[in-house]
């Protein structure tokens, strides 16, 4: 099971884990990740320094294999405003030449006069004063969204309120912050990442996979030669862009991420040492997660972040895009055999990770043939179920080194419906459940958050004590999904949810996201 974590605890596993650790220096990353017994989290690389040097240290508690993160939507302003009202109403917004504006109505008709012209989805502005006229029998909500220039509410005659932040008309700048980016890259051609000068933004850009690192001059130079091979993704540029348009004078510092969370540690301990070595504030942004892990701040990367994490350096991650998924299951106080069934579309399978406290579960895995393979604790098992499906059974962690909990882990070969049956064998437990693929959904036990979405959502490490989660709004409306203008100022219906499983409160903010436009990689373009 190649994302299960190894414990190098206590001399009565020393046989097994010997042999699954031969098995792991065979099978993962040439990087792995190292607990110490004063809290440090290390990565390392195990070329340099063996399993069976890091084994034998007395100071090492875990050494745990990468996790594969995936990319997240990225989080974004946006110039839009509202206004609600009743019955008929009229008001003016002041404009300028070159301005562009759409109005948008629920539960009203809308007219227009004044200085601009087109259609009223999509106006065309003089510098003067638009007058638009709203009739209806009923309340309305009028949404405003204005291209290239940012809405003031000063512009407005009537009240109205922000669609997001509005952190782009606070007058604050980035000035002397850098911005840290981990993610896919990004394309230091496009223009959103060059100064009215030509001279570009981005102070270095490093790989931590090869140890490759360049500076703004080397940079520069790769821009007049043509060469625009920064992201091997669109994601990283989209992300970089849409922070520059926020903090315009901040510089970058742009982490390349193979995604493996042994990288992501790497690049946020690059960036706190440049954050240190220049003596400027940096805030780094993380849009990626995963839902594989303990969901209460106590993973290995959210760890990392933890020792890194101080003055003048921040980290904002994404909260996750899974709120309208049933990826995670609570089933509290097990006194007896309970059932918890789920279903997955994928041939690949998913992954079961279950964390539990103060007991002992046994855990059975069924298929809708009834075929079972079941796994009491301190023990694993693997084996095939009807047509050949693949199933492992990891229960042998009742004691995780992370967080003192319960732990088990399923991981399944092929697609369903099946059935995880929990049996305590000492207490009364709490379980939670997390699918991890994100393609799988539970079909009982889930939480559903009255909106409806679901609750406990939220994906590490946005989880972290010490990360600002952020989650997303709905601030655009775009005819390719209806629920754009049914949302519009609302938190997006697929922006996870917490709490975290600590309970904790999470995404502590949320900022527009669906839609928002931000620069595409290899061109010199603008997407949504």
């Not at 046989?15 to 004063?38: G, P, T």
């Not at 974004?76 to 948008?104: D, E, K, P």
């Not at 994404?318 to 579309?345: M, Q």
């Not at 989650?471 to 949810?497: C, E, V, Y």
Request: aromatic share 8%; hydrophobic share 35%.
């Amino acid at each position: 099971m190649n994302r299960e974590f190894y414990n190098i605890g206590k001399a009565c596993f020393a046989m097994r884990l010997l042999i699954l650790l031969l098995l792991f220096a065979l099978s993962f990353s040439q990087h792995v990740k190292v607990l110490h017994s004063n809290g440090k989290v290390e990565v390392v690389d195990t070329r340099k320094t063996p399993l069976s040097v890091l084994r034998a240290r007395p100071d090492v508690l875990y050494i745990e294999p990468p996790i594969k993160l995936k990319l997240l939507d990225d989080i974004a302003y946006s110039s839009s405003v509202a206004i609600r009202g009743s019955g008929n109403y009229s008001f003016s917004i002041n404009t300028h030449s070159g301005q562009r504006l759409s109005v948008l109505a629920g539960g009203a008709s809308v007219s227009f006069s004044g200085s601009c012209s087109g259609s009223i989805d999509n106006l065309i502005c003089n510098s003067g004063t638009l007058n638009l006229s709203v009739y209806s029998s009923s309340d309305w909500r009028l949404i405003v969204q204005s291209f290239g220039r940012n809405l003031q509410l000063s512009d407005l005659s009537t009240t109205a309120y922000y669609i997001g932040t509005g952190a782009a008309n606070t007058g604050r700048t980035g000035r002397n912050v850098i911005i840290g980016v981990i993610d896919t890259g990004i394309d230091w051609c496009h223009p959103a990442f060059r100064r009215s000068d030509g001279s570009s933004k981005i102070l270095y850009y490093y790989v931590p996979e090869t140890n490759t690192e360049y500076t703004i001059t080397q940079i520069q130079q790769f821009i007049r030669d043509g060469r625009c091979d920064g992201d091997y993704d669109i994601h990283g540029t989209h992300v970089a862009g849409i922070a520059s348009y926020i903090a315009p004078e901040a510089d970058l510092i742009v982490v390349r991420t193979n995604l493996e969370d042994t990288d992501v540690i790497r690049g946020l301990q690059y960036l706190r040492n440049k954050k240190n070595s220049l003596g400027r504030p940096m805030v780094v942004n993380m849009s990626l997660g995963t839902h594989f892990g303990p969901h209460d701040g106590t993973s290995m990367v959210e760890r990392a972040i933890a020792n890194l994490s101080g003055s003048g350096f921040v980290v904002v991650a994404a909260a996750g895009n899974e709120d309208h998924k049933k990826l995670h299951a609570r089933i509290s106080g097990i006194s007896s055999t309970v059932s918890v069934r789920l279903s997955s579309p994928d041939p690949e399978g998913d992954v079961i990770d279950g964390w539990y406290k103060n007991s002992t579960l046994r855990v059975e895995f069924c298929d809708s043939s009834n075929r079972r393979l079941s796994a009491e604790p301190g023990t694993s098992v693997s084996g095939n179920l009807s047509g050949g499906c693949r199933v492992e059974i990891d229960n042998t962690a009742t004691n995780h080194p992370l967080n003192g909990d319960g732990r088990f882990v399923v991981e399944f070969k092929c697609s369903g419906n099946f059935t995880i049956k929990l049996t305590p064998r000492s207490g009364t437990p709490n379980a939670d459940l997390y699918l991890v693929s994100g393609g799988s959904e539970f079909m009982d036990c889930f939480l559903p958050d009255g909106l409806g979405g679901f609750l406990g959502t939220v994906v590490q490490p946005a989880t972290s004590p010490y990360v600002i989660a952020v989650g997303a709004l709905t601030s655009r409306f775009s005819s390719d999904h209806p629920r754009s203008f049914i949302d519009l100022g609302k938190i997006a219906f697929f922006s996870s949810r917490g709490p975290t499983r600590d309970g904790r409160l999470k995404p502590e903010v949320v900022a527009p996201r669906f839609y928002v436009l931000g620069p595409e990689a290899g061109t010199g373009d603008y997407i949504l």
